[in-house]
């Protein structure tokens, strides 16, 4: 067994970064957030990346099943004070560590000042040893989930062929964009037919994200349709463990190398150190937000 405070400060004695929050989101739900969340998340802590994930799903929080464990404790027992974050953390393969946001969650709208700055403190001492803080969140457009993703330092709308979820892709898009005319966002095209057919959904998203919403939108992957995703999920065994060779894991895996390769180019050409705030300056914008 994992003996987690061991391994938060065997973390704590690595190297020091800046943790970049992203937010995974949808219009529609069923899309396959959770399960590309996952499996990217590992990808890049394949990739010798340090990695986390908060589990933030306010009704079906289920990323530990999706990770093969089972999550006693979540965000709820750390704020109030029952356990400490070292207790609730899981660890993955890979060096991954998760958060159980359980209906922690819910309570992360309704801080006081006083937890929100125990909570801050918490997690200021994970950040600096962490390269992505990944939230994967549930679908629509509310509240939180909106607070949630103008707080990121990045968002990754994901959807698949189907009009409806484009529509509603487009439509969470949209409002992000009133609230936030800088923040990043990119797409995943899921359980495409094709790589053809992927690009084409890009592609129609991208132009009307562009005409409609004068946003720009990159992309972060085009994943197959692939019957090995629901036969990983069925094993509680990831996906990129599971069947690393299978359509699906093989593009996101190549997702994660691109995604990589784009940001390293993008900080070198514009000779630039990260300036992320890690989780603890998304908690300080998402409170904000909140108010
Ligand atoms: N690339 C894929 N190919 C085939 N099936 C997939 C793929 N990605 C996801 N699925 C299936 O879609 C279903 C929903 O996936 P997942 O739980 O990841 O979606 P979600 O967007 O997180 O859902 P929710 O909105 O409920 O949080 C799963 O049962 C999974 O098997
Ligand atoms: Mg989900």
Redesign the pocket.
């Known amino acids: 067994m994992y003996d987690q405070a061991s391994g938060l400060r065997k973390l704590a004695q690595e190297k020091k970064s800046s943790a970049k929050t992203i937010v995974i989101t949808?219009g529609k739900?069923?899309?396959?957030?959770?399960?590309?969340a996952v499996n990217f998340a590992l990808s890049l802590g394949k990739k010798g990346k340090r990695v986390a994930i908060l589990d933030a799903?306010l009704g079906?929080a289920n990323l530990d099943l999706l990770l093969g464990m089972s999550a006693t404790y979540n965000l709820k027992h750390l704020l109030e004070g029952q356990k400490r974050l070292s207790e609730i953390i899981l660890s993955a393969p890979y060096g991954v560590k998760l958060i159980p946001g359980g209906s922690g969650i819910v309570e992360l709208a309704n801080l006081s000042e006083l937890k929100l700055k125990g909570l801050i403190e918490a997690f200021g001492v994970l950040d600096p040893y962490l390269d992505y803080f990944i939230i994967?969140t549930?679908?629509g457009i509310n509240k939180q989930v909106l607070a949630f993703a103008l707080a990121a330092d990045e968002v990754f709308v994901?959807t698949t062929p189907e009009p409806t979820a484009q529509a509603d892709a487009y439509g969470i898009i949209n409002v992000l964009q009133k609230g936030n005319l800088a923040l990043p966002v990119n797409i995943v095209v899921?359980?495409a037919d094709s790589i053809f057919h992927g690009e084409m959904v890009y592609q129609r998203l991208k132009l009307i994200c562009k005409k409609f919403a004068a946003k720009d939108v990159g992309l972060i992957g085009i994943?197959?349709?692939?019957?090995t995703?629901?036969k990983a999920?069925r094993h509680q065994v990831p996906l990129i463990i599971y069947q690393p060779k299978s359509k699906?894991a093989v593009a996101i895996d190549q997702a994660a190398s691109c995604y990589l390769a784009i940001s390293a180019s993008t900080l070198s050409e514009k000779n630039q150190v990260p300036t992320h705030k890690g989780f603890s300056g998304f908690l300080e914008r998402m409170a904000r937000l909140l108010r």
Do not use: C, E
Request: charged residues 15%; hydrophobic residues 40%.
């Open positions: 949808s739900g069923g899309v396959g957030k959770s399960s590309f799903d079906l994967d549930g679908a994901v899921n359980q994943i197959p349709s692939d019957i995703v629901s999920i699906a």
